[in-house]
T-cell receptor, first 114, second 113 residues
Framework: EAGVTQSPTHLIKTRGQQATLRCSPISGHTSVYWYQQALGLGLQFLLW???????NRGNFPPRFSGRQFPNYSSELNVNALELEDSALYLC?????????????FGPGTRLLVL | KQEVTQIPAALSVPEGENLVLNCSFT??????LQWFRQDPGKGLTSLLL?????REQTSGRLNASLDKSSGRSTLYIAASQPGDSATYLCAVRPMEYGNKLVFGAGTILRVKS
């Protein structure tokens, strides 16, 4: 069974540009989560999508947005990039929205903002 | 606000040692606690998930315990191997915030051969 996949693996942008990160969940999983792992800040929750809807959002500005497609894959968009957006962005999926479910993580997209 | 702390921040041990990683959280209102492993530059691998009603979970050489009332969890690794070298992250799922995970900063483990 294929795991969670993310693309691209690395992304280099300049300040002010937009970045789009993509995530494909494990087959059959309907919930997708996005986390940011910035140097010195640890892993922080960004967004949760389930059945195409945004269910919860972390403490991030509105320029962080995303969506979930009918096939449950997801896209994270970061507008007006700032230097501090440089981080590893991890996507996770779970089989349902239930709180008992394990979240399975992808390999991440490393975003560098210059 | 839920906060998760992991001690020690880093640990270096010789191969074969048994070791304990500690995790504490400030709010006991959690659904579950999960231990992850992260290799450098990689994503997270789930090791063990303990539901709030459980006391411990075991997988191979790994054993995790949960004391929800005191806000503590430990990850015990038996007979450590160089391949165990990685960062170990503890995460709780708070009842207040739905399905998000709140992570600790991690323990960097190095097992020397």
């Amino acid at each position: 069974e294929a795991g969670v996949t993310q693309s691209p693996t690395h992304l280099i942008k300049t300040r002010g540009q937009q970045a789009t990160l993509r995530c494909s969940p494990i087959s059959g999983h309907t919930s997708v989560y996005w986390y940011q792992q910035a140097l010195g800040l640890g892993l922080q929750f960004l967004l949760w999508y389930d059945e195409g809807e945004e269910r919860n959002r972390g403490n991030f500005p509105p320029r962080f947005s995303g969506r979930q497609f009918p096939n449950y894959s997801s896209e994270l968009n970061v507008n007006a990039l700032e230097l501090e957006d440089s981080a590893l962005y991890l996507c996770a999926s779970s089989s349902t929205s239930g709180v008992a479910e394990t979240q399975y993580f992808g390999p991440g997209t490393r975003l560098l903002v210059l | 606000k839920q906060e998760v702390t992991q001690i020690p921040a880093a640990l270096s041990v010789p191969e074969g040692e048994n070791l304990v990683l500690n995790c504490s959280f400030t709010d006991s209102a959690i659904y579950n606690l999960q231990w992850f492993r992260q290799d450098p530059g990689k994503g997270l691998t789930s090791l063990l998930l303990i539901q709030s009603s459980q006391r411990e979970q075991t997988s191979g050489r790994l054993n995790a315990s949960l004391d929800k009332s005191s806000g503590r969890s430990t990850l015990y690794i038996a007979a450590s191997q160089p391949g165990d070298s990685a960062t170990y992250l503890c995460a709780v799922r708070p009842m207040e915030y739905g399905n998000k995970l709140v992570f600790g900063a991690g323990t960097i483990l190095r097992v020397k051969s």
